[in-house]
Structures are given as C-alpha cells and as structure tokens.
C-alpha cells in the first residue's frame, strides 16, 4: 500500500484514485510511484478550515452557523447568513467579505461551513 500522507499539506488521509492518491483535505494528487517532490509551500500560507474540516479557498461561498455580534452595532448578524466570494487572510479572524447589510468585515472560519 502506497504511503497515503498527502506531500503538499501532510494529511493522512490520502486515498487511491486508480493510479494516482488524492487529498481529500487540499486536492493534491500525486503519483505513488514517482519520487515525491514536496513543494514548499509559501511560509505565510496556510489551509483554512471551516467547522466541518472543509478547506476553504478563496471566492467560496460559506453560512454563518451561529448569530454573531457585530462590534460597534447593535445589530447581530444571524445564523444562516450567506457570505459570497471570501478572501483568506492570516490572522486569527482569518475571512475577509463583504456581508449584505452589515458591510465589510472579518469572520472567524470557525463560525462558517461551507455552502
């Protein structure tokens, strides 16, 4: 059996596609059977997960799974609020959108799943 850890972001849970693995986690897919080549990755990019374990990318769609407090408003931003096309960034609030009604701002992709 082929080693199933993934050489791009090391999951562990590579499966076999016919002649080739697949990531599940990041997409990557690889040839068992050549010498792994692991591209470094650049240091300041890392794999952003929402509440199920689902990499985000950016432009993806997610949901809010919880009311959220908007600081500075009165306002709370409700569980089930779409956010269109989201950008990644570092940090600890790691999302960047625009929310309708509320404008732009910063969400922690633990209060996101994917749509």
């Known amino acids: 059996m082929p080693d199933s850890t993934c050489p791009l972001c ?8 016919g ?10 897919e690889w040839n068992p059977n050549e ?8 240091p300041d990019t890392a794999v ?3 509440a199920n374990g689902n990499v985000l990318l950016d432009g993806d769609t997610v949901v809010l799974i919880k009311d ?3 600081k500075g408003s009165s306002k709370v931003m ?6 269109k096309s989201i950008k990644l960034t570092d940090g600890d609030h790691n999302i960047d959108c625009k929310v309708e009604g509320f404008g ?4 922690k992709s633990i209060f996101v799943r994917k749509a």
Request: proline share 10%; aromatic share 4%; with cysteine.
């Open 35 to 42: 010498p792994m080549e692991v591209v470094a990755a650049e």
């Open 48 to 50: 952003v997960k929402d």
């Open 104 to 107: 732009a701002m910063a969400l």
């Open 10 to 17: 090391r999951s562990i849970y590579g499966y076999p596609t």
């Open 19 to 28: 002649t080739s693995m697949m990531c599940p986690e990041c997409g990557n």
């Open 78 to 83: 409700k569980a089930g609020t779409k956010v």
């Open 68 to 70: 959220l407090p908007v």
